[in-house]
Antibody
Framework: QVHLVESGGGVVQPGRSLRLSCAAS????????MHWVRQAPGKGLEWVAV????????YYADSVKGRFTISRDNSKSTLYLQMNSLRAEDTAVYFC??????????????WGQGTLVIVSS | EIVLTQSPGTLSLSPGERANLSCRAS???????LAWYQQKPGQAPRLLIY???SRATGIPDRFSGSGSGTDFTLTISRLEPEDFAVYYC?????????FGQGTKVEIK
């Protein structure tokens, strides 16, 4: 059974940095693309970033490009999101999600439970 | 960017009734690359449908998806108590991928 557990969220001041982690189990982590998707409080879903199974490809939403960096450690079955220059509008629950296929299919299945990031002074 | 508009915003129905949720795209969705997700309060979204009409693993057959081009529908044939939730559509045929704003299915 696939299990994704995010951690690293919290309250951070604008302009500061935070790193999120997503520990994966129940599948061959090194065989799947992985995504970050976020949801502002009471709002809809916004895709943030994706990394291919081997780390060779990464893509970002325009809203985070140049500020966020996705990475993975396949030896630890862990996905990361380094978030720099944080803004109030980055406040959200951040979900990691496994891609439905081994290549990047842009369909998310399943999702972790999420970790809340609050950017506030 | 393709804008997805879901309607209605809220659907009030009783258990056992049929639910039809609409997702309309501002331009044609390439390859019918459209997915549906269910989200319950305090939980992560769950994939229901991908490719407009293919059910994800473990999804009951009371959930079905249809449509192409700019008009897509998620149908729940007979609502079970656990189906009351928010439903999102997502297109992945064009970059950037986008989500609809959601339809809440609530108990009448």
């Amino acid at each position: 059974q696939v299990h994704l557990v995010e951690s690293g969220g919290g309250v951070v001041q604008p302009g500061r940095s935070l790193r999120l982690s997503c520990a994966a189990s129940g599948f061959i982590f090194s065989s799947n693309a992985m995504h970050w998707v976020r949801q502002a409080p009471g709002k809809g879903l916004e895709w943030v970033a994706v990394m291919s199974y081997d780390g060779s490809h990464e893509y970002y939403a325009d809203s985070v490009k140049g500020r966020f960096t996705i990475s993975r450690d396949n030896s630890k079955s862990t996905l990361y999101l380094q978030m720099n220059s944080l803004r109030a509008e980055d406040t959200a629950v951040y979900f990691c999600a496994k891609d439905r296929r081994d290549s990047i299919s842009w369909v998310f299945d399943p999702w972790g439970q999420g970790t809340l990031v609050i950017v506030s002074s | 960017e393709i804008v997805l508009t879901q309607s209605p915003g809220t659907l009030s129905l009783s258990p056992g009734e049929r639910a039809n949720l609409s997702c309309r795209a501002s331009q044609s969705v390439s390859g019918s690359y459209l997915a549906w997700y269910q989200q319950k309060p305090g939980q992560a979204p769950r994939l229901l449908i991908y490719g407009a009409s293919s059910r994800a693993t473990g999804i009951p057959d009371r959930f079905s998806g249809s449509g192409s081009g700019t008009d897509f529908t998620l149908t729940i044939s007979r609502l079970e108590p656990e189906d009351f939730a928010v439903y999102y559509c997502q297109q992945y045929g064009s970059s950037p991928l986008t989500f609809g704003q959601g339809t809440k299915v609530e108990i009448k």
